[in-house]
């Protein structure tokens, strides 16, 4: 048993009426005071860098992206479990509003298991009424190691998007050996983030997929990363080649991992305590590719003329970048994107279009750090930020194949000798 020389206090909900509540463990309870920054709320505790709101805006888009991530892995876990193997005892790291509980816990329910204990582990309480959930919330750092729970205590550890949480010094090391820890003989780990088949890329950034005769996955429209796809070595907009920089740039400064998911892999691979390990990679585009019309032979955009690089727009070079936008406009705008006959459901386009919505809000919910890192005013980030709107949502700015990555990775705890 290892010690636990921290302390946490746990709130609970569950099915059950009369269910006892968890009890509030030895451990000093750590910060849980809020502070509003340009008008948008963020956790208290200047010791952790996690750069994300708090509020309703950002809570709202890490929502709406768990219903991307639920379309582009065909479920809320890769991890398979059989009717007679449903776990008992469900971890989410980083479990925010804990939506993932809550669905999982439905979807166990259906399967005839409302019984499943979930515990939520978080650095601030942003979770909703958990009514009809056997839910409860940990009040806990996941940098802070050990975790406040015993060995053994867990079927099922999941680890959703706690890359921006990852410092340089361990890159997923220690936490995963912990985890690993936490889990009974058998249990399973899954560690799901956004990813680059790169080693040598910031997971962060974004890539433009180059054309492919593999089909994409019917319903997602997403397209499965394997050894023979191919993406261009940077994006084609210039506006997410604005977003590579800077994110990368905010994320080095301070000493969190830009390629945390990259490692992520080879990491449970080499992690002793883990039996077949499996990963599941997936590439949704964030529009209609030019390509993937059967009418299409040649990129319309190559006509134009090279696009100036909007990576540092300022007052100096805004209109001209702007006229070059709107010139090009004429040639990958909806309309023309209309006129085609679009190889897309309804459904696949709404999938894309909300992957596409959920990036362009993730870049305003960093702005505060992207600004202080990259010496960028207010002004000057304004305009940029409009005109990156104008060209994602009404200039068909990102037809080129630039994609969000997906990468799950699991395995199972060897079972004691």
Same mark, same amino acid.
């Given at each position: 048993?290892?010690?636990?020389?921290?302390?946490?206090?746990?709130?609970?909900?569950?099915?059950?009426?009369?269910?006892?509540?968890?009890?509030?463990?030895? =451990?000093?309870?750590?910060?849980?005071?809020?502070?509003?920054?340009?008008?948008?709320?963020?956790?208290?505790?200047?010791?952790?860098?996690?750069?994300?709101?708090?509020?309703?805006?950002? =809570?709202?888009?890490?929502?709406?992206?768990?219903?991307?991530?639920?379309?582009?892995?065909?479920?809320?876990?890769?991890?398979?479990?059989?009717?007679?193997?449903?776990?008992?005892?469900?971890? &989410?790291?980083?479990?925010?509003? !804990?939506?993932?509980?809550?669905?999982?816990?439905?979807?166990?329910? /259906?399967?005839?298991?409302?019984?499943?204990?979930?515990?939520?582990?978080?650095?601030?309480?942003?979770?909703?009424?958990?009514?009809?959930?056997?839910?409860?919330?940990? %009040?806990?750092?996941?940098?802070?190691?050990?975790?406040?729970?015993?060995?053994?205590?867990?079927?099922?550890?999941?680890?959703?998007?706690?890359?921006?949480?990852?410092?340089?010094?361990?890159?997923?090391?220690?936490?995963?050996?912990?985890?690993? @820890?936490?889990?009974?003989?058998?249990?399973?780990?899954?560690? %799901?983030?956004?990813?680059?088949? @790169?080693?040598?890329?910031?997971?962060?950034?974004?890539?433009?997929?180059?054309?492919?005769?593999?089909?994409?996955?019917?319903?997602?429209?997403?397209?499965?990363?394997?050894?023979?796809? %191919?993406?261009?070595?940077? #994006?084609?907009?210039?506006?997410?080649? !604005?977003?590579?920089?800077?994110?990368?740039?905010?994320?080095?400064?301070?000493?969190?991992?830009?390629?945390?998911?990259?490692?992520?892999?080879?990491? =449970?691979?080499?992690?002793?305590?883990?039996?077949?390990?499996?990963?599941?990679?997936?590439?949704?585009?964030?529009?209609?590719?030019?390509?993937?019309?059967?009418?299409?032979?040649?990129?319309?955009?190559?006509? @134009?003329?090279?696009?100036?690089?909007? /990576?540092?727009?300022? /007052?100096?070079?805004?209109?001209?970048?702007?006229?070059?936008?709107?010139?090009?406009?004429?040639?990958?705008?909806?309309?023309?994107?209309? /006129?085609?006959?679009?190889?897309?459901?309804? &459904?696949?386009? !709404?999938?894309?279009?909300? #992957?596409?919505?959920?990036?362009?809000?993730?870049?305003?919910?960093?702005?505060?750090?992207? @600004?202080?890192?990259?010496?960028?005013?207010?002004?000057?980030?304004?305009?940029?930020?409009?005109?990156?709107?104008?060209?994602?949502? %009404?200039?068909?700015?990102?037809?080129?194949?630039?994609?969000?990555?997906?990468?799950?990775?699991?395995?199972?705890?060897?079972?004691?000798?």
């Amino acid at each position: 048993m290892v010690p636990h020389p921290h302390s946490y206090e746990a709130s609970t909900s569950s099915r059950e009426p009369n269910a006892r509540k968890a009890s509030v463990q030895s =451990l000093p309870k750590p910060p849980s005071t809020f502070t509003c920054r340009g008008g948008r709320r963020y956790h208290g505790d200047e010791a952790i860098h996690y750069f994300l709101p708090c509020d309703v805006q950002e =809570l709202s888009r890490q929502s709406l992206f768990h219903e991307v991530q639920r379309e582009v892995y065909g479920g809320y876990h890769c991890a398979e479990f059989p009717d007679d193997g449903i776990p008992n005892k469900v971890l &989410e790291v980083g479990c925010g509003t !804990a939506i993932w509980s809550a669905s999982v816990a439905d979807s166990f329910a /259906s399967r005839g298991r409302p019984d499943v204990q979930f515990v939520g582990l978080d650095i601030v309480p942003v979770y909703p009424d958990m009514h009809g959930v056997n839910f409860t919330f940990v %009040q806990h750092n996941f940098q802070n190691l050990p975790l406040p729970f015993p060995d053994g205590e867990f079927d099922y550890v999941i680890c959703r998007e706690v890359s921006m949480v990852t410092p340089v010094s361990d890159v997923y090391g220690s936490q995963i050996a912990d985890c690993v @820890r936490v889990l009974k003989p058998g249990g399973t780990l899954e560690l %799901q983030c956004f990813t680059d088949a @790169r080693e040598t890329s910031a997971d962060y950034s974004i890539r433009s997929l180059q054309r492919t005769a593999a089909p994409f996955t019917p319903g997602s429209s997403a397209y499965t990363i394997a050894s023979a796809t %191919q993406f261009s070595l940077s #994006a084609e907009n210039p506006f997410v080649t !604005a977003w590579n920089e800077r994110i990368t740039r905010a994320l080095t400064k301070y000493q969190l991992s830009p390629v945390p998911c990259t490692l992520a892999g080879p990491q =449970l691979l080499m992690e002793e305590g883990l039996t077949g390990v499996q990963a599941k990679r997936m590439a949704l585009p964030l529009d209609e590719i030019w390509w993937e019309s059967p009418t299409n032979f040649e990129d319309p955009r190559r006509k @134009r003329t090279s696009m100036e690089s909007t /990576s540092t727009v300022d /007052s100096k070079n805004r209109k001209n970048s702007l006229s070059v936008h709107r010139r090009s406009s004429t040639s990958v705008g909806s309309n023309q994107s209309q /006129s085609l006959k679009s190889p897309l459901s309804g &459904e696949e386009k !709404a999938v894309r279009e909300l #992957a596409r919505l959920t990036f362009a809000q993730l870049i305003e919910s960093l702005e505060p750090i992207l @600004r202080e890192t990259n010496s960028i005013a207010m002004d000057d980030w304004d305009r940029w930020y409009k005109d990156m709107m104008v060209n994602f949502f %009404q200039h068909g700015g990102l037809q080129g194949g630039e994609c969000v990555e997906f990468g799950s990775w699991w395995g199972q705890k060897a079972p004691k000798e």
